[in-house]
Nanobody, 125 residues
Framework: QVQLVESGGGLVQAGGSLRLSCAASERTPSSYAMGWFRQGPGKEREFVATISKSGRSTYYADSVKGRFTISRDNAKKTAYLQMNSLKPEDTAVYYC??????????????????WGQGTQVTVSS
């Protein structure tokens, strides 16, 4: 069983930056691809970014491409989401997820086995 704990959320002004972290309890986190999803007020949860288990491949939603960067440090058992040039529409609860099967990463919730509890990001205008 993999436990994921997100941190780094908070309140930031539009144009600002935040870095989210996702710490894994799993002994071998490098076995999993990682992804970030978000759920805004009154919206469905949506894909944000994913990184392969090797870290060599990444993929982003069009809405965050060029502003967000996903990365991982397997030695620290942690994945990151660097968010720059934040906009009010980025306001959401952000979730990290781990996929044991789709090691190249994925943009669909059903591809992920494990989920964190979420961290709130609020961007003020």
């Amino acid at each position: 069983q993999v436990q994921l704990v997100e941190s780094g959320g908070g309140l930031v002004q539009a144009g600002g930056s935040l870095r989210l972290s996702c710490a894994a309890s799993e002994r071998t986190p490098s076995s999993y691809a990682m992804g970030w999803f978000r759920q805004g007020p009154g919206k469905e949860r949506e894909f944000v970014a994913t990184i392969s288990k090797s870290g060599r491949s990444t993929y982003y939603a069009d809405s965050v491409k060029g502003r967000f960067t996903i990365s991982r440090d397997n030695a620290k058992k942690t994945a990151y989401l660097q968010m720059n040039s934040l906009k009010p529409e980025d306001t959401a609860v952000y979730y990290c997820a781990a996929s044991a099967r789709y090691i190249g990463g994925g943009d669909s919730e059903i591809q992920y086995n494990y989920w964190g509890q979420g961290t709130q990001v609020t961007v003020s205008s």
